[in-house]
């Protein structure tokens, strides 16, 4: 065992009493030349966990991670590498903790068949369960975690082990329909090729390359698995449920799953994080109807995916204060290991009050904390800001306008033709992450609008700090000539030299269009008849700074982030037939307001 550090000794042969739903030790493994164990569910399905002690005997309190990413430390080896929070073992064991890693079901070492996030209901139950019952333990259970580790804690939550004392979950994936693997109805595409195709199997595949090109052919939509050579089932899972039906509800969190979680949480995003709805999604829910809302807590900062649960850091504790185009200080860095302990040596060890704000949020352009009693901000106030033009907003050139005054006149209504074979992609230059489709990055957008099935809308320059903080709505008064299609849009900052910088935690916002009135059914459009679009940048902490406009861009696509709509009208996954042209009016008038609802805080905060 000399790889083992001396501070930490693994877990080499653990016993419990065994129920029926009590999880128990079926045999002692040895795994990748360390040793763990294989902890057998209620359905007789074993977990297998590596387990770190503290080389002083005694009870402690533990903190895990339920991984699909493999629980060792290499991507070669089927290791979770940058994905899993493995590397902070000596941390834990040295500061008086148990820590724990268990493969998901179905991935890794583990028995069973891997399912998007649901078996973590009953299997996260289990293993809280089975870890009060070891010798090591003082009872107390906590989870570590981000993106779909962080996401799993919810689930393990959500049926209430009497032994989970507080969970740590960051950067975690919400609503289905609305943020992943849907993204307000639009399926999202190259997040879904890489990533089901790197987890199909039961250790991790490695990046690969794509020919878009070729994807953007292929028909139907179910099988565009086969233009990577293998089929997916989980990816053809996702397209058969295209709804918000039973499939989907089953994962689906409630105001009742949030009255019955009363534990307290503590959840680390960035306004640049592709999971950042879901976190705020889980943080709003538990404030509102958790009979623990008084010890809930949320940080988000101007990070990305892969540096926001460490406050900046990545999983090497590198400091990251430049993003795509952006630099920030250092104090826009925060030491997210440290304050973690904190939380879990107030929850798991009875030490001193977490001493926290319930909302800390750093305001990107004026580039300052803010400590909140909520998030929102209770004194947040939502304004229009209207859009306009003389009808040829197309491209960067065009007349598009914005302010705060209501149409008083009939305006001519910009046009666009979208074509779904020459959709408007999302590279950007590769600053984004390509691989995956995340483009979260905060960059310059101009080279993407200066297209015609593209419309621009500007505001004057700013002659004193315009603040927002909360959620950015797009309303969108649009009308098409096909039964659907898509709408998508961008928010940025335009700086005085011209040079803007693209706002939120996706790539745009978007509506399919058959999803306007509810995720749980398709209603298609009447043919050129105008209607309310709601497009969601989701939630946005900035200061537009003096001399600065905001921008709004109006489309169809984004691509390959998500698929680029046929506008038949047909089953999206199954249609066969050619893809139309749609020809798109966006009206701004005193009948039909296009506007964007921007959530203001008072300056200065």
Not at 15 to 30: D, E, F, H, M
Not at 116 to 124: A, F, R, S, T
Not at 594 to 602: D, E, G, K, N, Y
Request: charged share 25%; hydrophobic share 35%.
């Amino acid at each position: 065992m000399s790889s083992v550090p001396k501070t930490v000794v693994m877990a080499s042969l653990l016993v419990g009493s065994l129920s029926l739903y009590t999880p128990r030790i079926a045999t002692q493994v040895k795994i990748r030349d360390q040793f763990g164990v294989r902890i057998s569910m209620r359905d007789e399905v074993n977990l297998a966990a590596d387990i770190f002690l503290p080389v002083t005997p005694g009870r402690y309190p533990t903190i895990f991670e339920i991984t699909p990413y493999g629980r060792g430390t290499g991507v070669v080896t089927g290791g979770c590498g940058e994905r899993c929070f493995r590397n902070e073992h000596r941390y834990w064991v040295e500061n008086g903790y148990v820590f724990m890693m268990v493969d998901e079901r179905g991935r890794g070492d583990s028995e069973g068949e891997f399912d998007w996030m649901y078996p973590d209901i009953n299997d996260g139950y289990d293993v809280v369960e089975w870890i009060a019952r070891q010798p090591w333990s003082n009872g107390k259970v906590g989870m570590r975690g981000a993106s779909y580790t962080g996401t799993s804690q919810w689930y393990a939550a959500k049926n209430r082990p009497p032994h989970l004392s507080c969970i740590n979950p960051s950067a975690t994936i919400g609503r289905p329909l609305e943020e992943m693997p849907y993204n307000d109805g639009a399926f999202r595409l190259g997040w879904a090729l890489s990533w089901i195709n790197e987890t199909t199997d039961r250790s991790e595949q490695g990046a690969f390359d794509i020919d878009w090109d070729a994807v953007l052919k292929h028909r139907p939509l179910v099988t565009l698995d086969e233009v990577l050579g293998r089929k997916l089932p989980m990816y053809r899972k996702f397209l058969e449920h295209s709804t918000l039906d039973e499939y989907w509800k089953r994962i689906q969190f409630t105001d009742a799953d949030f009255r019955r979680i009363d534990i307290p949480t503590l959840a680390f995003t960035g306004w640049y994080d592709g999971t950042e709805p879901g976190t705020i999604f889980y943080y709003e829910g538990m404030k509102k109807y958790s009979p623990a809302k008084e010890q809930q807590y949320i940080v988000i900062g101007p990070w990305i995916h892969a540096t926001a649960p460490k406050g900046g850091h990545d999983e090497s504790d590198k400091e990251f204060t430049r993003i795509a185009d952006l630099d920030f200080p250092r104090d826009s860095l925060l030491p997210g290991l440290e304050i973690a302990r904190s939380f879990f040596d107030a929850c798991l060890k009875g030490g001193p009050k977490f001493q926290q704000a319930s909302a800390k949020i750093y305001m990107t352009g004026s580039k300052r904390w803010l400590d909140l009693p909520q998030y929102p901000p209770p004194d947040m106030t939502v304004k229009p800001m209207y859009l306009h033009s003389q009808g040829t907003a197309n491209a960067l050139k065009g007349n598009g306008s914005l302010n705060w005054d209501v149409p008083k006149q009939q305006e001519r209504p910009d046009e666009f033709d979208y074509d779904p074979m020459n959709p408007v992609p999302n590279h950007y230059g590769n600053k984004g992450n390509t691989r995956d489709g995340f483009k979260e990055f905060p960059v310059d957008l101009a080279p993407v609008l200066d297209r015609p099935d593209v419309l621009v809308y500007v505001s004057e320059p700013m002659t004193r700090p315009l603040s927002i903080a909360g959620n950015v709505v797009l309303i969108l008064a649009a009308a098409s000539d096909a039964r659907d299609t898509d709408f998508t849009s961008f928010i940025e900052d335009v700086g005085p030299d011209g040079h803007g910088i693209k706002l939120g935690p996706l790539d745009g916002g978007q509506i399919r269009a058959r999803y306007r009135n509810g995720f749980d059914h398709e209603e298609l459009l009447t043919p050129n008849q105008p209607t309310e679009m709601k497009i969601d940048y989701f939630d946005i902490g900035h200061t537009f700074l003096p001399g600065h406009r905001i921008r709004i861009s109006v489309s169809s696509s984004t691509f390959p982030y998500i698929t680029a709509n046929p506008n038949t009208g047909n089953p999206i996954a199954t249609d066969t037939d050619p893809p139309k042209v749609a020809h798109q009016h966006i009206f701004h008038d005193p009948t039909h307001t296009s506007r964007v609802l921007l959530p203001m805080i008072p300056e200065p905060y």
